[in-house]
């Protein structure tokens, strides 16, 4: 009897367990609010009005888990939406009033949204699995299990409501079937390619890129079996025109069921005012209140609003700065430091493994190596493109970003870690197994802060915020973990400055008091307002920030903290 598949669902059983248990005291992080939201209006309203930005696909879900977790006040809700509609992209508020503002159980909502997406990860798990061991084996099918199971990263990011993981999920999907076509060019597999294709891209923007990257695998498939290049090309494009065409377009036009033409073409002039190529936003804003074109043309929206985003940067914290982009070498420490250091071992472990072989010449030649190890080759060429695109980004704020790459980097590890001939040296398997004894000790000693994990390289999710903060460490996901400290130590009032979108006083009551950076710049200024001394609390990101930049805060640095809540809220006590 064949233990593996059992042994496998084993793993993502346990790894889900841990995950859901971990985000149960967990507040929204700020993406989640608007994401919520926006999911709301799209499985309930039928209306794209929200979040354009993103695509639906994530947010839909979370809407079908605001929808069986039953929203207790309709009526309130609904009206509370026509209101904000009003407001081109409002979002952001109305999705903090649908959990705070409506006598609604936040808690329990946010709970339902969550779950409904975690699904993805279990999708992503079953792909992984199954792609591995058709090209490795089962031995590298489990270790690639393990791996994106324990992961610290990909469960941080499995939990929450937001486009990440979900973009992981839609460039597996679309590649395996891609590849799977050029191998067994059927029907049913053509199809499946463009059903694929289509669903990854409503995960994610990111996700455009895997237009140019299939049409880059047409050319390497053409090269290496010395075919015809442009009747493989010629029905890459048609993959690619029918994705849109039969899934992207009919799954937008869904979601515009009641969103006025008249208000989407207003909308998109709105957000595409200050875009620079006025080329394009004038076909985007043209097509926003025409019959057939209205989908597509809000689907580029979207496209065009990332790149707006991307051009301008983010205010981030990065190694003793805050810059607006963290530059080429944001991305490669930030992985360095994020991931477990057994994971770099046997990255680098598998690298030397491949290219050993490759200089060996056991591959032959060139073009024989990509016929024969297509799938293989897709995965690379995926890696380099987004490697590339993500170093060149001007939008440095997490690590989340990379996490298209996970699961071929981990599918790529296991499989050259279990190469036949490698796998029987006994002193290997010792090495790897302690390895992923590691990797696993990393996993269960940073539950259930996964957001905050980071390496000893870097010190800990400790001493992680003193390299980069923002979703790497500090999302505003400790808030209710700071409530429940406030109520236990029978604090009656603390102070604080928090990033994030969550209602502060839904969770600290009425201890909660609102403080803005800059309004307590020493402790005399502090002690003038609480006299008989008093709790300050101060999310890291804004900590940070403060200290390179402002220095609102640098009188703190010279306090020891009375507790630093989920290393992500720092609080102090402070006295004459």
């Known amino acids: 009897m064949n233990r593996t598949p059992l042994v496998a669902v084993t793993i993502v059983a346990v790894a889900s367990i841990i995950a859901i248990a971990s985000f149960w005291h967990d507040a929204p992080i700020v993406d989640e609010i608007p994401h919520i939201g926006a999911g709301y209006g799209y499985v309930f309203e039928q209306s794209y009005q929200f979040n354009p930005e993103h695509p639906p696909l994530a947010k839909d879900l979370a809407g079908i888990g605001l929808k069986l977790a039953r929203i207790t006040n309709e ?3 609904h009206q509370a939406f026509l209101e904000h509609s009003a407001v081109t992209n409002d979002q952001w508020n109305f999705g903090r009033q649908l959990l705070y503002g409506l006598n609604e159980n936040a808690i329990r909502l946010v709970h339902a949204a969550k779950l409904s997406v975690f699904l993805l990860f279990i999708l992503s798990a079953l792909i992984i699995f199954i792609w591995t061991r058709k090209l490795y084996g089962q031995t590298a099918a489990l270790v690639a299990i393990f791996l994106f199971s324990f992961s610290p990263t990909v469960i941080a990011h499995a939990r929450l409501v937001t486009t990440d993981m979900v973009a992981l999920f839609g460039v597996l999907l679309a590649t395996y079937f891609f590849v799977a076509y050029f191998q067994h060019q059927s029907r049913k ?4 390619a463009v059903i694929g294709l289509g669903i990854a891209l409503l995960c994610k923007f990111s996700t455009f890129l895997l237009v140019p990257f299939f049409i880059l695998l047409a050319i390497s498939w053409a090269f290496a079996h010395r075919q015809k290049f442009l009747p493989i090309l010629g029905r890459t494009i048609l993959v690619i025109i ?9 799954y937008y036009q869904f979601h515009l069921t009641n969103y006025p033409a008249v208000q989407q073409r207003t909308d998109t002039a709105n957000q595409l005012a200050g875009f620079g190529n006025k080329t394009l936003s004038s076909i985007v804003i043209y097509g926003a209140d025409k019959p057939i074109l209205r989908p597509f043309a809000e689907y580029g929206l979207g496209l065009l609003m990332v790149t707006q985003r991307i051009e301008g940067g983010n205010r981030i914290y990065f190694l003793d700065k805050v810059v607006n982009q963290g530059g080429p070498l944001y991305f490669p420490i930030v992985y360095a430091l994020k991931e477990p250091i057994p994971f770099l071992i046997l990255l680098l472990m598998a690298i030397t493994v491949g290219l050993a072989v490759f200089l060996r010449g056991r ?5 024989h190596a990509i016929a024969t190890n297509f799938p293989q080759t897709a995965m690379l060429l995926w890696l380099l493109i987004y490697w590339v ?3 060149n980004s001007t939008v440095n704020i997490g690590v989340r970003h990379l996490m298209p790459i996970y699961g071929f980097t981990i599918i790529l590890i296991a499989g050259q870690l279990t190469h036949a001939r490698l796998w029987r040296k006994k002193s290997l398997k010792i090495v790897i197994s302690i390895l992923l004894a590691w990797y696993l000790a990393e996993f269960a000693s940073v539950y259930p802060y996964y957001l905050t994990y980071f390496n000893e390289i870097a010190g800990g999710p400790a001493r992680g915020y003193r390299y980069v ?8 996901q400790d808030l209710y973990r700071l409530g429940q400290w406030a109520k236990q130590n029978n604090i009656k009032k603390i102070n604080l400055d928090y990033f994030g979108w969550a209602d502060q006083r839904y969770y600290l009551g009425d201890a909660f008091n609102w403080i803005v950076g800059g309004q307590y710049t020493n402790r005399e ?3 003038r307002d609480n006299p008989q001394g008093g709790y300050i609390a101060v999310s890291a990101t804004y900590y940070q920030q403060s200290l390179h930049s402002n220095s609102d805060y640098a009188w703190l640095e010279k306090i020891k903290p009375t507790t630093v809540v ?9 006295t004459r």
């Open 242 to 250: 029918l994705a849109f065409i039969v899934i992207v377009g009919p």
């Open 189 to 192: 597999n053509f199809w499946l």
């Open 389 to 391: 695109f993500s170093i």
């Open 469 to 476: 903060t923002d979703s790497n460490l500090d999302w505003g």
């Open 363 to 367: 591959l032959g030649s060139f073009r």
């Open 75 to 77: 009526t309130a809700v």
């Open 566 to 574: 989920g290393h992500s809220i720092f609080v102090w006590y402070i």
């Open 525 to 527: 200024a502090f002690l």
